[in-house]
């Protein structure tokens, strides 16, 4: 099993609509989890850090199920701008001590159309 | 703060030549990054440093050095370039150690800049 695993779409979405992606990790003692945002030639931006079960911000809800090894990203109301590559980030250290050890999966294309 | 930037923007080498590449970040981070970014396969350390006069291996080390002589930069060198280094390469730097919510430890997000584009013909 891969380290983190996403669906690489590319998802089409209207505006307005809503859309989920979902992002596996194969270390079970993983506790820091992140999604990322990055424009096509643009460097990652951080969208959400994941806490606890999950947390909200605005249109975007971010999942955490640590049984199943599973976190999720839930847009609402798509907006054109919305439309990137979603990376699902997670550190595979038990004790979160070693920065060095933050695995990008390969992220997961959005496309919002009109 | 202009954050984390990246010297040169794009390159092109020669296969055999060398280059360094440049990360200076200003918000006093202690850690810092170098990644590569193919396509297909997603973001991949190189190295990374937790602190000034330190450096440690990553994913992918074969073919690059680096070097933390001062906090704020971050340097990767190439010292004979190969076709399989190009790449898109990124630097990242984030605060030191880990913090706690919620009873659960985290570790804090980094910080890109804005990306290195090399060619090796």
């Known amino acids: 099993r891969k380290e983190v695993e996403q669906d690489p779409g590319p998802f089409n979405v209207p505006e307005g609509a809503t859309v989920a992606f979902n992002c596996t990790y194969s270390?079970?003692?993983?506790?820091?989890f992140f999604w990322y945002r990055q424009d096509c030639r643009k460097e990652p931006k951080l969208l959400m850090s994941?806490?606890?079960s999950g947390n909200e911000d605005g249109r975007f809800t971010a999942q955490l199920n640590r049984a199943s090894q599973y976190i999720s990203l839930l847009i609402r109301d798509s907006k054109l701008s919305d439309s990137a590559t979603y990376l699902c980030?997670?550190?595979?250290?038990?004790?979160?001590?070693?920065?060095?050890?933050?695995?990008f999966g390969k992220g997961t294309k959005l496309s919002v159309k009109p | 703060n202009a954050g984390v930037t990246q010297t040169p923007k794009f390159r092109v080498l020669k296969t055999g030549q060398s280059m360094t590449l440049l990360c200076a970040q200003d918000?006093?981070?202690?850690?810092m990054y170098w990644y590569r970014q193919d396509p297909g396969m997603g973001l991949r350390l190189i190295h990374y440093s937790v602190g000034e006069g330190t450096t440690a291996k990553g994913e992918v080390p074969d073919g690059y050095n680096v070097s933390r002589l001062k906090k704020q930069n971050f340097l990767l060198g190439l010292e004979s370039a190969a076709p399989s280094q190009t790449s898109v390469y990124f630097c990242?730097?984030?605060?030191?150690?880990?913090?706690?919510?919620?009873?659960?430890?985290?570790?804090?997000?980094?910080?890109f800049g804005p990306g290195t584009r090399l060619t090796v013909t």
């Open positions: 990242a730097s984030s605060v030191a150690g880990t913090g706690r919510l919620a009873g659960i430890r985290f570790i804090y997000e980094q910080y």
């Open positions: 270390n079970s003692a993983s506790q820091s």
């Open positions: 918000m006093n981070h202690e850690y």
């Open positions: 980030v997670v550190n595979n250290r038990a004790n979160g001590g070693s920065q060095g050890n933050l695995i």
């Open positions: 994941v806490y606890s």
